[in-house]
């Protein structure tokens, strides 16, 4: 609303900052890190926003979330573990706070919200939504609607077929959902599923959501897992998308 362009991003480690050529991966360094190192492999992993008050001219980061305790079986944080934060999502609810959405392996979405444009955040907790290690998109409908968010909605590595938990191979998440949040993500209403595994290994993931008009459009990837057979067509692999009547 303040005409500010507002970019989720997250830092991990680079794949081959450690273990692979460590010492000619010189890129991969960074230079005085909290940790009080001159030079090291490995970053220090937070999740944050970029701004820009230029239309994309010039970009400032804020704020940075780090780790985030793992929920105990009561909705508590247990400190003594954590969870890494990263494929963030974000949008401006109406009261001109920032939402921020995240991937976690803590087995739910965790959420964070900024009331200063991305300059200090709440700390992360786990939102009601379940996450098997896979990124979600959350956008608001027409200018002051609900939100509505695209996720995986299944536990890691199992998915619930007739009230029985089905096992599934390691790093595949399928049953690509929708939800609806009409109090600005204090709680979500399940609207659909949009795909579902109809073969083993086969993953539907990485959404990603922009309306038009009365419709919502929903870009994703279809793959299957590594050491998994093709058992549809291979023409219909790779990026895909479908149109979702409001």
């Known amino acids: 609303s303040s005409g500010e362009w507002v970019l989720p991003f997250w830092r991990e480690n680079a794949a081959l900052a450690k273990g692979v050529w460590p ?41 940075k979330l780090h780790d985030a305790a793992y929920p105990d079986e009561d909705g508590w944080t247990l400190a003594t573990k954590t969870t890494w934060l990263v494929e963030n999502s974000v949008v401006e609810l109406r009261s001109g706070a920032l939402l921020m959405l995240f991937r976690t392996h803590a087995g739910f979405i965790y959420q964070a919200i900024s009331q200063d444009k991305g300059w200090t955040w709440t700390e992360p907790s786990p939102s009601p939504l379940q996450d098997p290690g896979s990124k979600s998109q959350v956008i608001r409908l027409n200018k002051n609607g609900p939100l509505l968010l695209a996720f995986n909605d ?10 029985t938990d089905v096992k599934l191979p ?25 795909r ?51």
Request: charged share 25%; with cysteine; glycine share 10%.
């Open 23 to 63: 010492d000619q991966q010189q890129h991969c360094r960074t230079k005085d890190n909290p940790a009080g190192q001159k030079h090291t492999n490995t970053a220090i992993p937070y999740a944050s926003v970029l701004v820009s008050k230029d239309g994309g001219a010039h970009w400032e980061s804020r704020g």
């Open 154 to 163: 299944h536990k890691q590595n199992a998915i619930r077929v007739n009230d």
């Open 170 to 194: 390691p790093k595949c998440v399928t049953v690509l959902s929708l939800a609806l949040s009409e109090d600005e993500g204090d709680s979500w209403k399940r609207i659909g599923v949009l």
């Open 196 to 246: 579902g595994g109809s073969a083993p290994g086969l993953r539907f993931h990485y959404p990603w959501l922009m309306q038009m008009g009365c419709k919502v459009l929903v870009a994703y990837s279809k793959f299957y897992v590594t050491g998994f057979k093709h058992r549809e067509n291979d023409r219909e692999l790779g990026l895909r998308a479908v149109h979702v009547s409001l």
